[in-house]
């Protein structure tokens, strides 16, 4: 099996079809119910890295879901089949799908019945080099370069039925060129060598990897990657990624098995908690989970500031490997739990404090795009996209917290364990769980009372868009008894029913009452011993309830122009923060922001007026870092206008903040030592590795597929 150049005809076809989706980009679209389910893979592909190409055979062992003679597949568009065999080795008539360039259909001569096998055979072809047509719209999920390769699950780099929810066994070969090393889904046999030599790659070896138990599988990485086999806690970690970043594979496989072990308390074991971390190149999803596989790219590269990140990756192996989405539509029992897992897991390892941090986050998050679609709906959106996160992931898991504080902790974590236990290597609906969490809420209610009403509670959240922002209207009474307040809540959601926390401050004890509210306004009377403070009444003050707030909605601007940035839409970014300022004036986070993009525009008067608007005003605390590095970005600013007297002085003022966020002493001093050059510094381009680091883009919410524009991106401070 040594590689084969494709022949120039091939390519000219491959460019054509590659124009053709160029011009008219794949969109989220509902899939049809799958006639036949894949139930094994074999698959051999040769990577071709010069060429960036790939070629390969898939065969398939295919189960009939109903009697059909259609067999519908899902593949990258990019990927030319040459031809499909039948079971005797007979080509059969294919064509792809009209209406989804995704979806390659090929005709059986007759019918197979229900529950019967067919085997067909897939020969394909073609070029993995951008995002162009990737099946996760604006992300390169599989690329080949002569650095290496990565090829995701969600790429479809081999012929995928009802994706994301299919379970199968595999054999996967992966010829690649011997400078390369192989990690990914399966169990790995030894590489062996493969005939022939390329002039320019060298030699070839062929990699072979056995999964035998059903997941979805077949997400590979290849490069100059070390493996570094390490045991934390009892459980043993794969850590593959560069000699470079090698040193920390003990703290990555700590992290690992930290969320192994609490998850595994939490939920119930895994049947194999073995697990394999791999670093991925930047420029496509920033983190992905697999079976028993974890990927984490390059600038995540760090065990302390992804430590929760990596927590998500392994609540994975229970949301998403071990539990699947029934459907598109069923996606918050997998992506939305285990990023809840998240706030889970840190309040397990770092206290309820950190868990709650969490959850502000998720609320930043889902804000960003929460009209996009009701969570139930998901299938209306493309998987990994921002407002799939958005809704998904981050409303998701906010969700998951207000069903928590509806349900109280023991019921809510012993319907997660029970949920986990019925479902575990196989398919759930929401309906699913929604009928385990309204069994348990009825458990665990004290007699003479009333179970919360979660029927309610899921229509209301699963099913429609919008969130409540509360306003408060009240006149404090004087009683022979102390105090009584008489007051409105009211917020915009007709529809909207939920039990409310309110918090009255009092020149003595706190009083903590729970309001009904019901549709757009009502009403309260609190009683009180003390007197209340002015200004003293907190509605849901423990956070309990996904809400607006101005200072919220200016969050979830901000980050959605971060976004953008990431992807090096400035134009549209500086459009965001400037909502973000219209909503509320004066934010220091987003006049920085807007300066980093009239910077890396080069427009640098208007990235000069931004940073010193952002040193105007005083930062909330977890926004301080934005004094010292406007400081700097001042700095640089100055020096390429050759006005290095100035720059010294911008310098001079970062140093004397002591703010050290993203090794800003460090630039600062570099810098008061030798003058900022555009040539050494920031562009868009890649991230240079020898560059100190500026707070990340992207605070809020973990970004997926942006392209790297820093050449000093930091862990989120």
Not at 308 to 328: F, H, K
Not at 498 to 519: A, F, H
Not at 545 to 560: D, E, F, M, N, Q
Not at 596 to 606: D, G, I, M, R, V
Request: overall charge neutral; some cysteine.
């Amino acid at each position: 099996m040594a590689l084969r150049r494709l022949p120039s005809s091939v390519f000219c076809v491959l460019a054509l079809t590659y124009l053709c989706f160029a011009a008219a980009p794949l969109r989220a679209q509902v899939p049809r119910a799958a006639n036949f389910l894949a139930d094994h893979y074999d698959v051999s592909a040769s990577l071709d890295a010069i060429g960036q190409s790939i070629s390969a055979t898939a065969k398939v062992d295919f189960k009939a879901v109903e009697a059909s003679s259609s067999v519908r597949v899902e593949l990258h568009p990019n990927l030319i089949v040459k031809d499909v065999k039948g079971p005797d080795g007979k080509p059969l008539t294919f064509e792809r799908d009209s209406q989804n360039p995704l979806v390659v259909i090929a005709q059986l001569p007759t019918p197979v019945a229900t529950d019967g096998h067919v085997i067909l055979t897939y020969t394909y072809a073609g070029l993995l080099v951008n995002e162009e047509n990737s099946p996760v719209p604006g992300v390169r999920a599989a690329f080949i370069n002569k650095d290496g390769a990565y090829l995701l699950l969600p790429a479809r780099w081999f012929p995928l039925t009802n994706f994301p929810s299919n379970r199968y066994t595999a054999t996967f070969r992966l010829n690649v060129p011997d400078s390369f090393a192989v990690a990914g889904t399966g169990k790995a046999s030894a590489p062996s060598p493969m005939a022939g030599k390329n002039a320019v790659e060298g030699g070839r070896l062929l990699y072979t990897f056995e999964c035998k138990n059903p997941a979805p599988h077949g997400t590979f990485v290849v490069g100059k990657l070390q493996l570094n086999p390490k045991q934390a806690e009892g459980i043993n970690v794969a850590v593959y990624a560069p000699k470079a970043s090698s040193a920390n594979a003990a703290e990555f496989a700590a992290s690992v098995a930290r969320s192994a072990i609490i998850f595994s308390d939490m939920f119930g074991p895994i049947p194999d908690p073995t697990f394999t971390l791999i670093q991925i190149p930047d420029g496509t999803l920033r983190d992905f989970a697999a079976p028993g596989v974890l990927l984490l790219s390059q600038r995540a590269w760090d065990p302390k500031g992804s430590d929760r990140t990596i927590s998500r990756l392994v609540a994975s192996q229970w949301w998403g490997v071990q539990v699947l989405p029934a459907t598109p539509g069923d996606v918050w029992i997998s992506d939305g739990l285990a990023r809840y897992s998240e706030a889970l897991y840190a309040e397990q390892n770092a206290g309820k404090e950190a868990g709650l941090r969490a959850v502000d986050e998720f609320a930043v998050g889902a804000l960003m795009y929460e009209d996009a679609a009701p969570v139930a709906q998901a299938a209306r959106l493309a998987p990994y996209s921002p407002d799939y996160r958005s809704v998904v992931t981050n409303k998701g898991a906010l969700l998951f917290h207000m069903l928590r504080a509806q349900m109280g902790d023991v019921a809510f974590k012993a319907a997660l364990r029970d949920f986990y236990f019925q479902f575990a290597e196989k398919s759930a609906r929401i309906d699913d769980f929604e009928k385990i969490a309204e069994r348990r809420a009825k458990a665990a209610v004290k007699p003479q009372q009333d179970p919360p009403n979660l029927q309610a509670f899921f229509a209301q959240w699963l099913n429609s868009t919008g969130v409540p922002e509360f306003t408060l209207e009240y006149v404090v009474y004087r009683t022979p008894k102390g105090f009584r307040v008489n007051g409105k809540i009211k917020q915009p959601l007709d529809t909207f029913r939920m039990p409310v926390e309110l918090r009255i401050d009092t020149e003595g004890n706190p009083e903590l009452k729970t309001i009904d509210v019901i549709g757009t306004e009502s009403g309260f009377t609190v009683e009180t011993f003390g007197r209340p403070k002015p200004n003293g009444i907190k509605i849901d003050p423990n956070n309990l309830i996904l809400k607006g707030s101005t200072s919220l909605r200016a969050r979830a601007a901000i980050a959605r122009g971060e976004d953008l940035a990431e992807q090096g839409k400035f134009y549209d970014a500086v459009a965001q923060y400037q909502r973000a300022l219209s909503i509320q004036p004066n934010r220091p986070l987003a006049n920085f922001r807007m300066g980093e993009a009239f910077f890396y525009q080069k427009n640098y008067q208007a990235a000069a007026n931004s940073f010193k608007e952002a040193l105007q005003t005083v930062p909330e605390p977890s926004e301080k870092w934005t004094e010292v590095w406007s400081h700097i970005y001042l700095g640089e600013i100055f020096d390429l206008l050759g006005q290095r007297e100035r720059a010294v002085n911008e310098y001079s003022k970062a140093k004397q903040t002591n703010d050290d966020t993203g090794s800003a002493q460090a630039t600062a001093e570099r810098y008061l030592k030798k003058a900022y050059s555009e040539g050494g510094g920031t562009s868009v381009a890649a991230p240079a590795t020898n560059e100190p680091a500026k707070p990340a883009m992207a605070v809020p919410t973990p970004a997926s597929g942006e392209k790297p524009v820093l050449k000093k991106p930091t862990p989120t401070p």
